[in-house]
């Protein structure tokens, strides 16, 4: 790991001042998000952002070949106690969590550190190849990865068994999907409802992974309850929780939140 931080110190020179890898994506998305902060201020979360996403880059690498040891030395989990309570119950879980952080560590790691199976929906990749590779490495300490298409496939399939079922919580709908709109970083937002949908349908409850960055290679993952009852939510009461809860994690440090993503990208059409 300190030989692949010695090279992503020197990527992130490139990456930002050479290359300038969606730079302007990222500047638009901060300055949209923060209007309140000076330029200067925004310049400053780019810089370290950009320093960080070198990093997660090569810690993604580490991926294939980090060992169980170390890989549960690097993150570590605080009450996941609160999950296995209604595992020890024989009852099912849902989480979600956001592209901060090293999302992809964290989801790793559930496969080492729960009792029950852990299923992972995920976006597939374009490329087949790439994306049959990496769901192996994803899945190499136990869970499964589930495309988003078969989600309720799958949740059929293993209705009767303790399990966690884990979204990413801030991915954009498709173009022609986007049939809700909140207020998320100061931004118009189309919102997935597919974690509500659910939850709402089999009242499982639902945990945020709060993901903070400890230093480098080092992370902390919170299990918070936010939903015990979801049966007895109104309707988009979920979806709005889960992306307040994700929009204060930002503002509190927002230097390891994706902002190279093309977040806003679909545009609410007013009729």
Sequence with gaps: MQLLYLISAMCYYILYYVVGYRKNVVRENLVNSFPEKSLKEIIVIEKEFFMYLSDLTFEIVKMASISEKE????????????????????????????????????????GLNLSEKAYVIYKPLNNGIFDDWFLKIRSKFGNTGVPMRQTLRMLTSVKNEPSMFCFASDQSPVRGESHYWIDFLNQDTAALLGLEKIAVQTNRPIFYFKLKYIKRGYYEVDCVPICPKPEETEKHEITDTHFEFLEDIIKEEPSYWLWSHRRWKNKREYV
């Excluded at 890989?71 to 309570?85: P, S």
Aim: with cysteine; glycine share 10%.
């Design 71 to 110: 890989l549960k030395k690097r993150v570590k989990f605080t009450n996941l106690h609160l999950i296995e309570a209604y595992f020890k119950k024989g009852e099912s879980v849902l989480a979600c969590t956001g592209h901060y952080g090293n999302w992809e560590w964290g989801m790793m790691s559930l």
